[in-house]
């Protein structure tokens, strides 16, 4: 028997439909030993998530403000949800433990874990697993930074003890015993904890959708499917936007070589999407494949500093990132050519302080001239098949300009697995849809 660790979203587990399909999909193969859950989502349009009324319940107490009705609210979902399921667990018990802790004034982090973890301990009851609290065995030090290889141990001793368990994601704690969060979505990254931790044969990733698509289809009109796809490729398309999988989740399961499987619990028939080292596509169409998926984000602006002889300055780049690093200013891209260095950093990193920025780099970079973008869109086109074919930034810059799109930056990676593409923010869409018409359709 091998084993699986199943992740299920807050879309899977939001009421006692949801759960009953997702006990349906556990009980489908016995190979799904380790179960994460997240906190309910939301049941319907205009519905709250519950993590949503945990940290407005932390508001209110910082405000000196009632909060009973909202931690009602809470209880009374779990109380339904234990109602419709036909389960046991003494609720009552763990929400007056709560109570008299929200009396005490505690962390957004604890209130918010409650969430994972009313849930975690519900799940278990229903599927009849034990529950294991993650809260000593996500490991975080005092600045909350995650501690990889003390988790990873941790979580392989604890397991070891048990055939099948619930475990909530989202949350650890730091030495002293303080709950400490993931960011949201942090699930994601516990499922993969837990999956790297025992050697897991997959790590399946249960959510609304199946997976990810080609092409955002709020943009391209039914996009084909994604079914394999590498994590250097989703690393690409996961920093340009493409948001499925919270980005963090990748790095442990990469570390031990998991396969992740993206699921549809509305759909469970799906196959969703493989993410694996390297792209093994057993199809043909997806072996023709030039590119893999397209994605973007708008709202960027680009500094062009033009100086002669720049090539032969040394410390020029390294100057401008500490002026960067001074301003607490990320950049996104760094294209640059004999005499010409171009900045590419998000209108939200930049916060208002462009003007400071360029007086910075006037002052300690002397350039000869200083130009400024503004409202630059951002489009990545990438595939593993792009290194090996010839003409794909012919076809991609020819299509741009057949659809009359002008092109104000290009950007290719060293793996030659991707092309970033600035275009003004006006035409962001029309190109992500030339794009993907000259490639795939």
């Known amino acids: 028997m091998g084993i699986k660790v199943a992740k299920f979203g807050g879309s899977s587990v939001a009421d006692g439909i949801q759960l009953t399909k997702t006990k349906a999909i556990i009980e489908q193969d016995p190979d799904r030993r380790y179960i994460v859950v997240s906190a309910p989502g939301k049941r319907f349009e205009g519905d709250n998530k519950i993590t949503d009324l945990l940290y407005l319940c932390k508001t209110h ?26 389960v046991k667990v003494d609720l009552l018990r763990y929400f007056d433990e709560i109570r008299e802790n929200l009396k005490k004034n505690p962390s957004s982090d604890y209130i918010a874990s409650r969430g994972e973890y009313l849930n975690a301990i519900l799940v278990a009851a229903f599927l009849g697993y034990d529950f294991v609290d993650t809260a000593e065995l996500i490991k975080f030090d005092t600045k909350g930074k995650l501690l990889m290889e003390e988790t990873d141990q941790a979580i392989r001793e604890e397991l070891s003890k048990h055939e099948r368990a619930v475990l909530p994601g989202f949350y650890g704690s730091t030495p002293d015993g303080q709950i400490k969060t993931f960011s949201r979505g942090g699930s994601d990254i516990t499922g993969a904890l837990v999956a790297r931790a025992v050697g897991a044969d997959v790590y399946e990733n249960w959510t609304d959708v199946s997976g990810f698509l080609m092409a955002d289809p709020r943009i391209v009109k039914n996009p084909k ?123 939200k990193s ?92």
């Open 61 to 86: 107490i910082e405000h000196n403000l009632p909060y009973d009705q909202l931690f009602q609210v809470v209880a009374d979902r779990y109380m339904a949800v234990e109602v419709n399921l036909g």
């Open 350 to 441: 930049i916060n208002g302080r462009l003007d400071e920025v360029l007086d910075e780099f006037e002052a300690r970079l002397r350039p000869d001239s200083i130009d400024v973008i503004e409202n630059i869109a951002l489009i990545a086109t990438v595939g593993h098949g792009m290194s090996a074919r010839t003409g794909v930034s012919a076809t991609l810059f020819k299509a741009l300009a057949d659809a009359g799109v002008n092109i104000r930056m290009i950007d290719q990676g060293s793996s030659e697995m991707n092309i970033i593409v600035g275009v003004d923010n006006k035409d962001f869409e029309k190109a992500i849809r030339a794009i993907y018409d000259a490639f795939v359709e």
């Open 225 to 347: 499917q994604i079914h394999y796809i590498s994590y250097k490729e989703l690393r690409e398309l996961s920093y340009m936007g493409a948001s499925v999988l919270h980005e963090d989740a990748i790095y442990p399961a990469r570390m031990a070589n998991v396969p992740i499987n993206i699921r549809n619990t509305n759909h469970p028939e799906d196959m969703g999407t493989f993410i694996t080292a390297e792209v093994s596509a057993p199809s043909s169409e997806d072996e023709n494949s030039i590119i893999t998926g397209i994605a973007g984000s708008k709202d960027f602006t680009v500094v062009a500093l033009y100086k002669n002889m720049m090539s032969s300055e040394r410390g020029f780049v390294r100057r401008i990132l500490g002026i960067l690093d001074d301003c607490d200013i990320n950049f996104e891209h760094l294209p640059s050519g004999i005499d010409t260095v171009s900045v590419v950093m998000s209108n």
